[in-house]
């Protein structure tokens, strides 16, 4: 039985004590031998850490006892090894990076995500609208894949828009030319695990996107509560296991 708990979560949150920040959650992460990253900007955190039961879920549970991320979303999947070599926690720009000026705090905070969230559908929910075709307004429904091409090519949701993006700053650009195809419909932004699908959703909502919605807790959310019902394939993922099943499971390509 796979005996190595992998984490995974996000949070937009407005944070200013980024050095001693860093230094706590190393020290944390560090003092029970975690691997993995943790990135830290202006704009929050975000995590893939890998270890021991019990000492993966012990730094969960320090960092909720921090008011900033207490109602941060940990997922949880198994491997048999650890799927990184080393442990980093570092200071960016951007915890997932736009390079767009609304996805920072100084610039245009209505579409800055620790400003406010883009409304979201659950994965139960999507599921459903993916069934009927259209969402519960009677909308013509289109899933935005706002990952990049090689993840595509891994597996996506059946007839998503895939944009064959090189990095995720090029989505803003991408949205320029195509979001002709958007108008008038439903759309929801995926991605692995919500992060860039969050910042996506708030960009269609700025551009015009009358409609826009992102996938609460990304293709891995939805894998934990709807299993691959409409998922073609698997889900690529930025460590060792590079793939997993939609039962969260180290996969083959």
């Given at each position: ?156 949701f059946a007839g998503a828009l895939d944009w064959r ?47 826009a919605l992102q996938l609460e807790g990304g293709i ?34």
């Open positions: 039985m796979p005996s190595i708990l992998n984490l995974a979560a996000y949070r937009f949150v407005a944070l200013t004590d980024l050095a001693a920040l860093r230094e706590r959650l190393l020290a944390a992460a560090s003092e029970r031998a975690l691997l993995g990253t943790v990135l830290l900007a202006a704009e929050g955190i975000n995590l893939f850490l890998a270890g021991a039961p019990a000492a993966a879920r012990g730094f969960v549970a320090e960092l909720h006892g921090d008011a900033r991320f207490a109602a941060m979303t940990v997922k949880e999947s198994w491997s048999a090894a650890p799927p990184f070599r080393r442990l980093q926690v570092k200071i960016k720009r951007e915890i997932i990076r736009m390079n767009h000026p609304t996805a920072h705090p100084t610039a245009h905070p209505t579409a800055h995500p620790a400003k406010g969230r883009a409304p979201a559908v659950d994965a139960a929910t999507l599921s459903r609208w993916l069934d009927a075709g259209r969402c519960d307004a009677g909308r013509e429904l289109v899933l935005l894949d706002t990952r990049n091409g090689f993840e595509v090519d891994a597996g996506r993006l090189g990095k995720f700053s090029d989505f803003p650009a991408a949205l320029e030319a195509g979001r002709a195809a958007l108008e008038g419909k439903t759309v929801v932004s995926y991605c692995t695990g919500g992060i860039r699908c969050e910042k996506a959703a708030l960009l269609l909502a700025e551009r015009g996107v009358a409609h891995l959310g939805y894998f934990a509560a709807v299993g691959p019902r409409h998922f073609e394939g698997e889900c690529f993922v930025f460590d060792e296991r590079r793939v997993v099943d939609a039962a969260l499971r180290p996969a083959s390509t």
